[in-house]
């Protein structure tokens, strides 16, 4: 029993370590990253932003696929090096031979195995160079690199031009990734960056029975820079907050749409009231004759900030902190 659970384990470790995984096993593992990453939502998404780094605008989400090749190049160069695997020269002839002679897609009639099949697919994809072995992280990295190409996109120049010259919001993407803000209001910075954030015009193309106009005003529709920037309530409850801040703190001065919208703030409350306005607003506004009457914000830091613009006044209340008459 001993040499059989011994044989079985080896085989085991064997098949393992030697050979991929499986197209349904890269799949399901696929299809559960982007659920956890959409929370279930189907998002129009370009894979390109998905794949590349933080520091080009994206989410870093690792592809498998890709992933298991380059763990399969590592596995290969291991077993060129150590001396004492069994069939070094056999794999050694058989990659050289199917490389150097065959120039097709297809591998040498002589190797009998799938997994010698697939190797060198991958080797052939890859462009692997076996006389200059390299680590598996350099070849998921390259090709990450030649896969996502720096596309953009129409509406991100709109963008540009909309906030003034220079301004990049895959740049943007930067301070947002690294903040230590609550996910849900990262999720909502990505996607107003990246233009998906689920407004009733992009929401109409998905279920025609919503409609496309606008929640607030009703008159136009309802696109990310009309419910950001060019709303009537929109514009008003912005001055309200720019007066707001500059009451709570007068290091802040100058603010502008450009800053609101990106966050530039000194001091942790302001900026998390105002990250969490705009996706709230909707349900937690009120309108009276024109305009905004009472507004009740959950910060991240669990400070309750309650707005009441009858009375000009505005109450922060965390434990035994509060201020009265900011």
Known sequence: MTVIGSWV???????VKIYPLTRECIDSLQSEIWKFV???KPEWVRWETCMSDYLNGGLRIINLDIKSKALLIGRVFRFFEESAAPWKDFMRYYIGRALGINDNSRPNSDIP???YSHLLRVLREFAVDLGQPCTSKMYYLKRIED???AVKARSELAWNQRFGPGLIWKEIWKDVARSFNDPVLRDFDWRTVHRVLPVNFRVHKWYSRISSACARCGERVETIEHTLIHCPMVKEMWMFILKLCNRIDA???GLSERNMLLGC????KTRDLLRYLIPRGKNECHISSGRMRKLTVLCILRITCEIDWKQNSVS????TLRQNGV
């Open 9 to 15: 384990v080896s085989t085991l470790w064997h098949v």
């Open 38 to 40: 959409w929370s279930k």
């Open 113 to 115: 195995t799938p997994f």
């Open 147 to 149: 896969c996502v190409t």
């Open 251 to 253: 290091s802040v001065l």
């Open 265 to 268: 703030f000194q001091r942790t």
């Open 316 to 319: 922060w209340t965390r434990k």
